[in-house]
């Protein structure tokens, strides 16, 4: 009985109804789900916390998080079984399978349904500071997550149609690990924070081991499929043989893309991490102040902020908009008439930077912009004069948007022409497939370049598209679909599977010829050695380049370079004649083709490659691929420069080699080499960059310029930094328990500034008593600094010093002590100087309360008298006590724009305040 059941599920076409069947299962399950979604939003609704709106979207939203719970405990326990029975785990596929993978598929596709009913939800508590560059991270993730669902979906509907490769969607399960500890903070989120089920989160000892766990789990779940994805690359190449070319397209697309999105969901993670742990209160202020009322904080009521160019400042002033810039900052005074000078003193700045007008009448010890802040239109974008990291956020964003179209458009364009060559391969009586498959593909990308408005991506005219430039490109068009097949399907039969394959060698070409061509770059002498090196290790020898199973591939593979620089260097900034040429194909194309045919003794080729309609969907499908790998990177070259088209071209093709061929028989080496080059490039692109700013033509720099090395330094700082908190971070928390209890180790989570060699680096903590963290914060108009050094080799005195810091903290403890706002102390514990620097900083109410407390303190007591009875032998300081000489000025921020505004004495502090004080 059960053989036949599982016959009948595993039978052909089996999949839609399985699909069917879990969908409406998800579907029913979603509103089911209604009880337990009813019980929270009973809960919420006596909450005053619970201050999100929409009640229909919220019960969505509700029902979607508890409709995820159960979906992540039924994967978790499928991925579990399936690993434990399946004798092959990448090929292995039984009704077990099936019916799991029916399962995601339908999840995946009413998760989809649900997201679009509740997308204002999705949030999770970001504001618009939370992920850097992004003004509004409910749309980015909204977008993020549709994408995610619709990636998650047509995976696993291709698994259920391959039956290969099923250990991508046994790992997918395993995605889920994190998941219900992430349902928790949604749930307790939205459930606000006096509920007794989100009581965690009020407290950060709490929300610290909450995302402890999450982090690990993330790690194990997410982490290790990437990690045994980037193993098989390296050895499993044997088995990843045996997958048919669709399976291959599957197993790398689903990987790398869900890599990457992982990799991408990191800084989400870390941005709710933050918020909560910003959100919750210490727990010795609960214990102290145990019915203490959660407020809400108060924003100003201000528009958002936008930088203004200098030629936008100054058309307001010629319109008789009464705009002007102070120290950076744009204000739009059209509406301000309490200035003491009166309108027609600002009309004579109007438009143009005041800052020195404004500091002749008001000097910098008596002045204060924050009364008229609620009129800042935003920064004044000046010209940058030097390369500064993350400081051209505009010339980042551009080049991501221009590479996010043409590298998957190129990878696209490949992997389509690679399918069609490899299908006429195994089943064409044809060895080789000639030049004829190019041409083909040449006429039916010029007729889709005809049809589809793809022509509007290419850049802005740079010159007109009725010239000889513009035919030129076209017939490189043409010879370069002519020489593709030869390039793609020739090998080195000398070497065997061990010989470099096309992608390789042209991209090893591309380099190479670029090199060449731009005298100005060094020649990248290691990389050149890595590479010969690793084509030796594989068998080939400079004698075999007379042989013809060497010279002949490398004659293909250097036409087909030949052709790619002389195309992207004549379409180099002249974005009309590349359009002009794309209609010129049309014509050059089928030219080619008659001509070809014409030479042809017989028509039998022609013939056989429309043997069959699989063939001619191929054929169509391989051009309107190549089409978009075309006008990909003619694109890079219409913006940017032939030189940065080449070598996008070289890396693109130089990765996917890697991908598909793995890193088995010294490819390795080839890696290395590739990667060598890249930082190479990195590293003059940079000198050249401080070479502009030196010489004071960094603004005439290209655009491109300076986004690839901002593109390129924003990335590895993300990928490094997450390593580092995934690895280092975490290793301190293994261990400081093995430390004794007065010690522990600590690791910085955020990349912090280079000072220099000659600059010392430290740490800093402090300490805010409870009643100042409270309803009633205290007002801070006394400071105390002191300033000691320990020399560096008595660690002795330095460790004296820090025992005799927690004495003093722990009588800061005592809820009785007056005056007290803050303690702040920094530690620097090496310099060349060979001294050890402690920088001790107090704030107190008045005078008269730090006096109290330091004729009181047994711990400033105990610290004279190891000072002054020879305990510590090295330690020399100096106290300050310093007095406000003018009333302190406080200011409030904005949580949304960041602008600051002047605050009453009497107000009550909820968010971050700033305070302006004058000796």
């Known amino acids: ?400 948007r221009l590479l996010v179209f043409a590298l998957p458009s190129l990878v696209f364009g490949v992997i389509g022409l690679q399918v069609f060559l490899q299908h006429l391969q195994v089943f064409s009586e044809v060895s080789r497939p000639g030049p004829l498959c190019g041409l083909l593909a040449a006429v039916g990308a010029a007729a889709f370049g005809l049809v589809l408005p793809i022509s509007r991506r290419l850049g802005t005219s740079g010159s007109s598209g009725f010239c000889w430039r513009a035919h030129a490109i076209a017939l490189c068009f043409v010879g370069l679909y002519a020489v593709i097949p030869g390039a793609a399907s020739s090998s080195w039969a000398l070497l065997g599977e061990a010989a470099p394959q096309g992608l390789e060698r042209i991209s090893v070409g591309l380099l190479a010829v670029e090199i060449l061509l731009s005298s100005a770059i060094r020649p990248p002498v290691l990389p050149a050695f890595l590479c010969v090196l690793s084509w030796y290790d594989r068998g080939l020898h400079s004698s075999h380049f007379f042989d013809e199973g060497v010279y002949v591939p490398w004659r293909w593979c250097m036409a087909c370079v030949g052709f790619i620089v002389l195309t992207v260097r004549l379409a180099a900034g002249h974005g009309a004649a590349v359009r002009r040429a794309l209609i010129l194909m049309a014509l050059y194309a089928p030219a080619g083709v008659g001509v070809y045919i014409a030479l042809q003794p017989d028509s039998s080729e022609l013939l056989q490659l429309f043997a069959s309609p699989l063939r001619a969907g191929l054929l169509l499908f391989a051009s309107f691929a190549s089409l978009f790998a075309v006008c990909g990177v003619l694109d890079v070259a219409i913006r940017c420069s032939s030189r940065f088209a080449t070598r996008c071209v070289a890396f693109s093709f130089a990765v996917m080699s890697f991908v598909g061929c793995g890193l088995s028989s010294w490819r390795w080496l080839m890696a290395v080499a590739v990667l060598l080059h890249f930082l190479e490039l990195s590293r003059h692109h940079r000198a050249d960059l401080d070479k502009a700013a030196l010489a004071g033509g960094f603004a005439e720099l290209p655009w491109h310029f300076v986004g690839a090395q901002a593109l390129w330094d924003t990335s590895r700082v993300s990928f490094l930094g997450s390593i580092w908190r995934a690895t280092v971070c975490n290793l301190q928390n293994v261990v400081t328990p093995i430390l004794p209890h007065e010690l522990r180790v600590y690791a910085c989570e955020a990349p912090v500034p280079y000072y220099g060699e000659q600059v010392a680096m430290g740490l800093a903590a402090q300490y805010v008593p409870p009643k100042a963290r409270g309803k009633d914060p205290r007002r801070p108009n006394f400071f105390v600094c002191n300033v000691g050094q320990i020399v560096e080799s008595c660690i002795t005195d330095l460790q004296h010093t820090m025992n005799t810091l927690v004495d003093v903290w722990d009588e800061f403890h005592d809820p009785n002590l007056p005056g007290l706002c803050a303690n702040v102390v920094m530690v620097i514990p090496s310099s060349d100087q060979g001294w050890a620097k402690e920088i001790n900083l107090s704030v107190w109410e008045s005078g008269k309360d730090a006096f109290d407390w330091y004729v009181k303190s047994k711990g400033h007591k105990k610290a004279l008298m190891e000072h002054t009875s020879g305990i510590l032998r090295t330690f020399g300081n100096l106290l300050a006590s310093l007095e406000p000489a003018e009333p302190i000025k406080y200011q409030d921020r904005c949580r949304r724009c960041g602008r600051t505004v002047e605050a009453a004495e009497n107000f009550r502090v909820t968010e971050t305040r700033s305070s302006s004080v004058t000796w």
């Not at 999100?52 to 919220?58: E, I, S, T």
């Not at 939800?121 to 992004?134: Q, V």
């Not at 997918?172 to 989160?201: D, K, N, Y």
């Not at 008596?366 to 800042?376: D, E, G, N, R, T």
Request: hydrophobic share 45%; aromatic share 12%; net charge negative.
């Open 1 to 400: 009985m059960t053989a036949h059941v599982t016959d009948r599920l595993y039978a052909e076409g089996g999949e839609v109804g399985l699909c069917v069947a879990w969908v409406m299962f998800w579907a029913t399950c979603h509103f089911v789900m209604a009880v337990p979604a009813g019980v929270l939003e009973r809960v919420m609704a006596n909450d005053p916390q619970a201050k999100h709106g929409g009640q229909r979207q919220r019960s969505v939203y509700l029902r979607r998080l508890c409709r995820r719970q159960l979906y992540c405990m039924l994967s978790l326990v499928a991925a579990v079984g399936l690993m434990i029975r399946s004798q092959d785990f990448l090929l292995d596929f039984s009704w077990l399978h099936q019916v799991v993978f029916s399962m995601a598929f339908g999840h995946w596709a009413v998760s989809l349904l649900e997201d679009l009913s509740c997308s204002g939800f999705l949030g999770g508590g970001l504001d618009s500071k939370a992920l850097p560059g992004i003004r509004d991270p409910l749309t980015v993730l909204f977008q993020g997550f549709l994408l995610h669902h619709l990636a998650a979906a047509a995976m696993y509907a291709a698994l259920l149609c391959l039956h290969r490769p099923s250990c991508v969607g046994t790992l997918a399960l395993l995605f889920e690990l994190p998941v219900p500890l992430l349902t928790r903070r949604e749930l307790s989120q939205i459930s606000g924070h006096q509920s007794a089920f989100s009581r965690w989160m009020s407290q950060r000892s709490s929300v610290s081991e909450h995302w402890r766990f999450t982090y690990s789990f993330f790690v194990v779940g997410r982490g290790a499929p990437t990690a045994l994805y980037v193993y098989s690359l390296l050895w499993f190449q044997d088995e990843l043989s045996k997958l048919q070319q669709a399976d291959l397209l599957l197993y790398h697309s689903a990987s790398i893309f869900f890599s990457v999105w992982n990799y991408s969901f990191l800084s989400v993670l870390d941005a709710w991490s933050r918020a909560d742990m910003a959100a919750a209160a210490p727990q010795d202020l609960l214990e102290e102040n145990g019915d203490l009322e959660r407020t809400e904080p108060s924003e100003p009521e201000a528009s958002a902020l936008y930088e203004v160019d200098e030629e936008v400042l100054s058309s307001k002033g010629e319109s008789g908009f009464l705009w002007l810039a102070i120290e950076g900052v744009v204000y739009d005074l059209s509406l301000w008439n309490e200035h003491p000078g009166g309108v027609e003193a600002l009309r004579q700045v109007a438009g143009k930077d005041a800052t020195a007008e404004f500091r002749q009448v008001c000097p910098a010890t008596h002045s204060s912009l924050a009364s008229v802040s609620k009129y800042q239109v935003g920064a004044l974008r000046l010209p940058p004069r030097e390369y500064r990291i993350y400081e051209h956020p505009v010339e980042e964003d551009s080049m991501r």
